[in-house]
């Protein structure tokens, strides 16, 4: 019987009822999701090293026998095995020692047979390896091991035949992630199996993106490799295949925008330079470039398609507005979405501020309060008649408040709306021009990956009259002498933001603590006004309380991590954070970057009881070593991962299997290459043999205009 990718695992014959359930409960629900299961790492199980031969320091994966079991108690309770080479009862011993485990001393008995994988350490002159790997041999392996030692227990020796019925032993093993109710042995031995059932000729899913490359030989090579760098060679096709979906979307994506003429819109100058004289302060020379590269993108008869890129606190905004009055100087509507009420606020408020007396209605749009701040409702006939800047959130997608005759749109914060909701958005005009904005700068590969489709400005620099920043890692143990700090910051005129403990189960759990917090807080300055911040609170209490810090009415901000994004009171000097080893690097500089907005001097405390060399440590040393957005994007991007830094930072990525080449330069430009050789061939993908490209934009087609 022959399988194909999409048939369902319920007619795999060996599969039984309760692993069926296990699998499914994991979402795998047909070969090709079990075949496409990446292995986690390898173990070289061709040969087995003596006991005796182990070296302190080394990581091995080595056969062994159980000699004897037990539990021990030193400092803690753990469980203890002895295991020697099994043709050798009173040869060399390693033991292995499980800690805080206490389920492996069902699973482990004198007699058996392991397979375990660990770090070999010596100990008063024994050795040792604690918490190893480790996989339970059983009858069909041991035959195996018998032809082996019979024959010198070198590999190779053995004749193909005995190699090729081989799972678990005596080859290149692969090791999962484990999947709840299922063994991992008995997972790889079903993926063993599916492989031999599969055709030669088993078709790539979607787009082959390696033809020359059996798509079958792959999958054994991923699987089971002959030789250790044959699973290098399949990885990189899988992850080929996965750069190049990404990069063949970017391609269309981009390509569709290109072809929409967008209109002309810059003409004068005007209202921009009415805008600039007005400004206590001068643009920086970066904020000046990104101004004059979105100016010639206006000016140009293509539609814009920008992202602008800035470290926390560089003046985005401001950017942003001088882009909405370029845009308007032709008439129409330039509109700038969101993600909070709170942010949302800030904005108009600031635009009124800034736009004092120039000839531009600014209108505010969000779930409930479009009106509360007495302006005028849309009046459709009026729609057109004088420019106008609209700022607002989610609400501007839903069709009554859609902005109309929409010549700009801006995106403020950009990760925290998908796609479809940045289409949506733009749909409120004729080919609008688009700008988006993100909060915390990413590492430059990523922006390829992620935003391959748009072009980009960085703003590089920081405006000259900001106070410096110091951040420091503190024990909470000293509280004391934080405390009397903030007395005297307070005491000068200053304000102080703290930051509540993370707590991510729960909305109401994150409330309790951060009401906790606020409670310390008014027992400790109990003269002070302090302002509490959740998510909880309903928009018109959390627009109250950023309004009193705002207006220095509160002089303390108790927050949670709402604070995090864009706001913005130059006053505030002082920022501690609780449990800082909690957070992520990105979100720390993003919390950080609400102080140090104004002249003064101001000062980051992180807390925490990390101590040097202890997980969650490495990143608070950074962020007390540099203040640089672009550089700590790399940090988190180094510590974390790419798949982390995008699980959690980003949406609109799919999952991501190969990780580790997702921001491989040579993979995106090659993978970028066939995505422009196939567009520039077959523009509309009429020809049949990219008809399974069709499939990887359809949900880009269908993210449409409409609804
Ligand atoms: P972000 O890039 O983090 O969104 P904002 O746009 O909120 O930063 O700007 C931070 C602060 O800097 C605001 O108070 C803004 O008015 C101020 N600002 C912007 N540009 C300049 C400048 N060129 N010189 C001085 N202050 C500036
Ligand atoms: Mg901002």
């Not at 970028?672 to 020809?687: H, Q, S, T, Y």
Request: net charge neutral.
């Amino acid at each position: 019987m022959a399988y194909q990718f999409t048939d369902a695992l319920e007619g795999v014959p060996d599969v039984t009822p309760r692993e069926l359930q296990a699998l499914r409960a994991a979402s795998y629900e047909t070969v090709g999701d079990v075949l496409l299961r990446v292995p986690r790492r390898y173990e070289d199980r061709r040969s087995t090293k003596a006991i005796e031969s182990l070296v302190n320091g080394e990581t091995v994966s080595l056969l062994v026998h159980v000699y004897s079991a037990g539990w021990r108690f030193s400092y803690k309770r753990y469980y203890e095995v002895s295991v020697g080479d099994e043709a050798a009862p009173h040869g060399a011993r390693l033991l292995l020692r499980w800690f805080n485990m206490p389920y492996v001393a069902k699973l482990l008995a004198t007699g058996m047979n392991l397979s375990i994988y660990g770090k070999v350490k010596e100990y008063g002159g024994k050795l040792t390896m604690t918490n190893p790997d480790f996989e339970v041999m059983e009858d069909e392996d041991a035959g195996h091991r018998l032809v082996e030692a019979a024959m010198g227990g070198i590999p190779g020796d053995l004749p193909p035949a005995a190699e090729s019925v081989r799972v678990h032993t005596g080859r290149i093993v692969p090791i999962y992630r484990g999947i709840s109710g299922l063994a991992a042995r008995r997972f790889r031995s079903l993926v063993w199996g599916l492989l031999q059932q599969l055709p030669d000729d088993v078709p790539q899913p979607g787009y082959d993106v390696a033809p020359t490359y059996p798509f079958r030989q792959a999958l054994q090579d991923l699987h089971f490799p002959a030789a250790p760098e044959a699973h290098q060679k399949a990885r990189l096709r899988f992850a080929l295949a996965e750069c190049f979906a990404r990069q063949f979307r970017v391609a269309w994506r981009r390509r569709r925008t290109q072809a929409r003429r967008g209109r002309v819109n810059v003409t004068t100058d005007g209202y921009l330079q009415e805008l600039l004289a007005s400004l206590p302060f001068r643009l920086t020379n970066a904020q000046a470039r990104c101004v004059d590269e979105i100016r010639a993108d206006m000016a140009s008869p293509h539609q814009m398609n920008r992202l602008l890129q800035g470290d926390v606190g560089s003046g985005k905004t401001l950017v942003a507005l001088c882009a909405m009055l370029l845009a308007v100087e032709s008439g129409g509507t330039a509109a700038m979405i969101a993600p909070t009420q709170i942010l949302a606020e800030q904005h108009f408020n600031n635009f009124r501020r800034l736009l004092k007396g120039m000839d531009i209605r600014l209108s505010l749009r969000t779930a409930d309060r479009a009106d509360d701040l007495g302006f005028v409702p849309d009046d459709p006939a009026e729609a057109d008649a004088t420019p106008r800047l609209l700022v607002g959130t989610h609400a501007l997608l839903y069709k009554k408040s859609r902005p109309r005759n929409l010549v700009l749109a801006v995106v403020d914060e950009q990760h925290k709306f998908g796609v479809a909701q940045r289409e949506k958005f733009i749909a409120g005009g004729e080919c609008p021009d688009v700008l988006v904005m993100t909060a915390t700068p990413i590492p430059r590969t990523l922006t390829l990956t992620l935003y391959g489709d748009l072009d980009v400005s960085v703003i590089d620099e920081l405006p000259a009259n900001r106070g410096e920043i110091v951040t420091a890692l503190r024990n909470p143990a000293n509280m004391k002498r934080i405390i009397s700090f903030m007395q005297g910051e307070l005491a000068a005129g200053r304000q102080i933001y703290i930051v509540a403990p993370l707590i991510e189960e729960s909305e109401v759990r994150e409330q309790a603590a951060a009401t906790t917090e606020f409670e310390k807080w008014r027992g400790i300055f109990p003269e002070e006004p302090i302002g509490l911040l959740h998510g909880r609170l309903s928009p018109e209490e959390k627009d109250a309380v950023m309004a009193a810090f705002r207006a220095n009415e509160t002089h303390i901000l108790v927050a949670t991590t709402v604070v995090e994004v864009g706001v913005d009171v130059p006053n505030a000097t002082v920022m501690l954070i609780n449990d800082a080893d909690a957070f992520g690097l990105s979100q720390l500089h993003q919390l950080r970057g609400r102080i140090g907005r104004g002249q003064h001097k101001s000062y980051c405390i992180l807390l925490s009881t990390a101590k040097a060399g202890e997980p969650g440590r490495e990143k608070l040393d950074v962020l007390c070593r540099t203040l640089n957005g672009f550089e700590i994007a790399e940090e988190d991007f180094r510590l974390r991962g790419p798949g982390d830094v995008l699980g959690t930072a980003q949406s609109g990525l799919g999952a991501v299997q190969f990780t580790e080449w997702l921001t491989d330069m040579r993979l995106i430009h090659r993978a970028g290459r066939d995505a422009a050789a196939i567009l520039d061939a077959d523009p509309e993908l009429r020809l049949p043999q990219h008809a399974p490209l069709r499939a990887l934009i359809a949900p880009e087609t269908e993210q449409g205009v409409t609804a």
